[in-house]
């Protein structure tokens, strides 16, 4: 079946280091994959997305990196800022209408 | 900028009794979603929404729910019969493209509490 998961639950950075993310998902046929961040309280916020005919897409601070041999997606952040404590999600898209959310890292930015 | 705004932002409810949440999305925007969350989990996908019909449902969306877009500007959720396992929160969310295409844009939700 499809499951979209994450390695890590909790992710502590200092601030201006780099911040990985990773996630792992299963569905091979998922052609599409988002990054989305959500803060306390509020509903998820479109960061990055990338297409299985790219391994690697860039953004402002942000990259994110597809390995379709192994099923790994990853979220880089540059310079990780105070704003960018949140709870991190990655989606895939199984072709269509449904975006399916894996289960999130919770990113603590210490200054 | 265009939002995505949900009502309420937090209803309780006795288990049993009907509840709808409301949503409007951005004007321009052609697809409507409800996802939940509830607390400390991750984000499920409920239902999706196009040309005044569903045109995907997860499993979670069983005979219970049911969605409308009544007016051309809201697009509602209801729960006919509360349990105690639907308090979470709700988004809605609404994109311009289908969801293989472009961002997802979501509300701020609405928390549901069932008592």
């Known amino acids: 079946g499809e499951s979209v998961g994450l390695h890590l639950p909790t992710l502590s950075v200092q601030e201006g280091d780099n911040s990985i993310i990773n996630c792992a998902y299963s569905?091979?046929?998922?052609?599409?994959f988002i990054w989305y961040k959500q803060e306390s309280g509020k509903g998820p916020q479109f960061i990055i997305d990338?297409?299985?005919?790219?391994d690697k897409r860039q953004g402002q601070r942000v990259t994110v990196l597809l390995n379709k041999t192994v099923k790994h997606l990853s979220l880089q952040i540059a310079a990780t800022q105070p704003g960018d404590s949140a709870v991190y999600f990655c989606?895939?898209?199984?072709?269509?209408?449904?975006?399916?959310f894996g289960a999130g890292t919770r990113l603590f930015v210490k200054a | 900028e265009p939002e995505v705004t949900q009502t309420p932002s937090h209803q309780v409810t006795q288990m049993g009794q009907e509840v709808i949440l409301r949503c409007v999305p951005i004007?321009?925007?052609?697809?409507f979603y409800w996802y939940r969350q509830i607390l400390g989990q991750k984000v499920e996908f409920l239902v999706s929404?196009?040309?005044?019909?569903?045109?995907?449902k997860s499993e979670i969306f069983d005979d219970q729910f049911s969605v409308e877009r009544p007016d051309g500007s809201n697009f509602t959720l209801k729960i006919r019969s509360t349990k105690l396992e639907d308090s979470a929160m709700y988004f809605c969310?609404?994109?311009?493209?289908?969801?293989?295409?472009?961002?997802?844009?979501f509300g701020e939700g609405s928390r549901l509490t069932v008592l």
């Open positions: 989606a895939e898209n199984t072709g269509g209408f449904k975006t399916i």
């Open positions: 569905n091979s046929a998922s052609d599409y």
């Open positions: 929404f196009y040309n005044n019909e569903i045109s995907e």
């Open positions: 990338i297409r299985s005919n790219m």
């Open positions: 969310a609404s994109s311009e493209k289908i969801a293989n295409t472009g961002e997802l844009f």
């Open positions: 004007s321009n925007h052609l697809y």
